[in-house]
């Protein structure tokens, strides 16, 4: 029997940067995100003789998913599995690849071995593998908090239906994982303590903004947490800067934009793509603008989308 899963990478509006010092892979920060719709990770699972992973094509030894299946072994009897997972969209290029992808993995074995796990503890072991596939097992507008961080729905998606233009400047895997990223900010970085304090009253004031759907506010928010993590990322020894002359340029042509009235403003996790959130009515406009923008390689254009599922057709 084969089992079919698909989740969508989400993008981090209050974003997350840092791990406590705990078990669980819990997060230093708390974080809101929007799941996207037509980016998806498929995974495919069979039982099997031994445990094997295929990604994109290529047989792959990686650490997380052995942990994972470990992890999730300690509580219930899942047999070896042999796991096919494929993306149609860059995978490790800061577009967050690895949140749909293991909530993907979390929603198949959940189906295939008859866990019956509820969509919370589901998020539970997505985040265990991966801080941010927690929010991904959930569409629409998704956060993710103390006490308990586990990730919870805020809004559905139909409800507040943003658009999403993604400026791919460079297709490559980044070259410092985000895993290892967090840890030289938190070691190295001097701001690092000031953006832990100031994380969760950011994040109840995008939670308000979600709630009333205030563009302005949410826009301001989500601008100002992405260029604090930033700036925590790039005061690091040695510094990480995942941003190239494309990036940048796409963060000046998007405040021309905000200066002539546009309902848009950008976001950027740990990678060199630039994510512009905008009113359905500002798409074609905001679209065009980064398309023209020197180093641009292409554009995405997407809207909100569901949590992980499973296709049984």
């Not at 070259?175 to 967090?182: L, Q």
């Not at 995942?242 to 940048?248: D, F, G, K």
Request: charged share 15%.
């Amino acid at each position: 029997m084969t089992t079919l899963a698909k989740a969508h990478p989400n993008i981090a509006l209050i974003k997350y940067w840092g791990k406590q010092h705990t078990a669980g892979n819990i997060p230093a920060t708390p974080s809101l995100s929007i799941t996207l719709d037509t980016l998806t990770s498929t995974t495919r699972l069979n039982t099997a003789a031994q445990d094997s992973f295929t990604l994109n094509g290529s047989l792959v030894d990686d650490p997380k998913i052995a942990a994972c299946l470990a992890i999730l072994r300690e509580q219930y009897e899942i047999p070896p599995l042999v796991v096919v997972s494929d993306n149609n969209f860059p995978t490790a290029a800061g577009l967050a690849s690895s949140a749909s992808g293991f909530a993907a993995l979390i929603t198949a074995i959940n189906h295939h071995c008859s866990l019956e796990m509820s969509q919370a503890q589901q998020s539970a072991f997505a985040r265990e593998a991966s801080g941010s596939a927690a929010r991904s097992i959930f569409g629409g507008y998704v956060g993710l908090s103390q006490p308990d961080w586990v990730a919870k729905p805020l809004l559905d998606a139909e409800l507040w239906p943003l658009r999403v233009v993604i400026a791919i400047t460079d297709e490559r895997p980044k070259s410092v994982s985000s895993t290892v990223g967090m840890q030289r900010s938190q070691e190295s970085s001097p701001f690092y303590p000031t953006w832990v304090a100031d994380s969760e009253a950011d994040y109840l004031q995008a939670e308000t903004a979600v709630a009333q759907q205030d563009f302005a506010a949410l826009a301001q928010l989500a601008q100002a947490s992405c260029l604090k993590m930033h700036a925590v990322m790039q005061s690091s020894q040695p510094p990480l800067i995942y941003w190239n002359p494309a990036t940048l340029a796409c963060l000046e042509r998007i405040r021309e934009m905000q200066d002539t009235g546009l309902e848009v403003f950008f976001t950027i996790a740990a990678g060199p793509q630039v994510k512009a959130v905008c009113t359905a009515e500002f798409e074609a406009e905001v679209t065009q603008a980064l398309a023209n923008v020197a180093g641009v390689r292409r554009t995405l254009t997407v809207g909100l989308g569901t949590g992980a599922t499973i296709d049984d057709t």
